[in-house]
């Protein structure tokens, strides 16, 4: 069958087709992305504006669009942070419905993170044994560990790069205070979570997922995503401090121009590794192995097992 799968989340919305049934590897048909950054039309009040709530609209009408245009058999969309945290979340999704007919269903931060994870597990199979995998977001840090399908222990901590750079960092690039305060935030938000995790066992196979782990990786020297999905991708704790040192100094545009980051993402780079190196340093952890799959596809395998009953 031909599912699409929508994905709001605070910067982007991204509609991933694929062709798939039950046990099969899902082949991507087509992977659109719209960036709206959301989670920066949030009135002071918490409420999504007027014109957020409009290109929300347009987006999601659009790939409704193009999921017909393809021929999908089945379509689901899901919102993240952003929305999520909008305190007129209802109200917005109800327009969203009326005017597009599709249903977006919120999902809980804790949910981000077991979608990912099952997402995760299937990538590497059972022979990866226990695993941790960690998801910067924009709003959120999602953690989960496990060594099935379902995670023992699955969290969301809003931490997310986005969020951080919003409310932590000022200036272009941000002066040297700030970014100490940020990393003292991180380092007492992480100290809430990281003891389940580790009280949970030591993992065997420790994963980062989804753009802000693919970019940090590109920068300490991983292959690039021409090199496609299959290439053993790592970060090291020591890449990663290197990465955070030679971006911290650098405007939102010097970063634009390195490889593997957009223009879009710039911004908010060096909030995404100080989270990453923060969360790696938690955790005690020297290096991770980048994984392809993420919610997206955490989601797309999960509606399939219901599909089939499962």
């Known amino acids: 069958m031909r599912l699409g799968v929508l994905d709001v989340g605070s910067n982007t919305v991204h509609l991933l087709i694929v062709d798939a049934h039950l046990g099969a590897h899902p082949t991507p048909v087509l992977g659109e992305r719209q960036e709206l950054r959301l989670a920066e039309l949030l009135e002071p009040d918490g409420c999504l504006s007027p014109k957020g709530a409009d290109a929300l609209v347009d987006a999601v009408r659009t790939s409704c669009r193009l999921a017909r245009e393809h021929g999908a058999d089945d379509f689901v969309g899901f919102a993240t942070s952003a929305v999520r945290d909008a305190t007129n979340s209802a109200e917005v999704l109800d327009r969203v419905a009326a005017e597009t007919g599709a249903v977006l269903q919120v999902l809980p931060g804790e949910d981000e993170a077991r979608m990912t994870f099952l997402a995760v597990r299937r990538w590497f199979g059972w022979s990866a044994g226990r695993l941790l995998c960690l998801d910067i977001g924009g709003g959120s840090l999602e953690l989960a560990t496990?060594?099935?399908e379902r995670p023992d222990v699955a969290m969301s901590l809003p931490i997310g790069a986005g969020r951080m750079t919003r409310e932590r960092l000022q200036g272009d690039p941000p002066k040297a205070k700030h970014v100490a305060a940020l990393r003292e935030h991180v380092r007492s938000t992480l100290e809430t979570g990281v003891p389940r995790l580790l009280a949970s066992g030591e993992p065997d196979k420790v994963t980062g997922t989804s753009k802000t782990f693919r970019s940090?990786?590109?920068?300490?020297?991983?292959a690039p995503s021409s090199r496609g999905?299959?290439?053993?991708?790592?970060?090291t704790a020591k890449g990663l401090a290197e990465v955070v040192r030679k971006v911290q100094p650098m405007s939102a545009a010097e970063r634009a121009r390195l490889p593997g980051?957009?223009?879009?993402?710039?911004?908010q780079l060096l909030a995404g590794a100080i989270v990453a190196e923060e969360a790696m340093r938690a955790l005690d952890l020297r290096e991770m192995e980048i994984c392809?799959?993420?919610?997206?596809e955490g989601l797309i395998l999960r509606r399939l097992d219901q599909l089939a009953g499962g």
Do not use: F, M, T
């Open 292 to 296: 392809p799959w993420a919610l997206r």
């Open 261 to 267: 980051v957009s223009e879009g993402r710039s911004q």
């Open 216 to 222: 940090l990786a590109r920068l300490a020297g991983a």
């Open 229 to 235: 999905p299959r290439v053993r991708r790592v970060l």
């Open 146 to 148: 496990g060594l099935d």
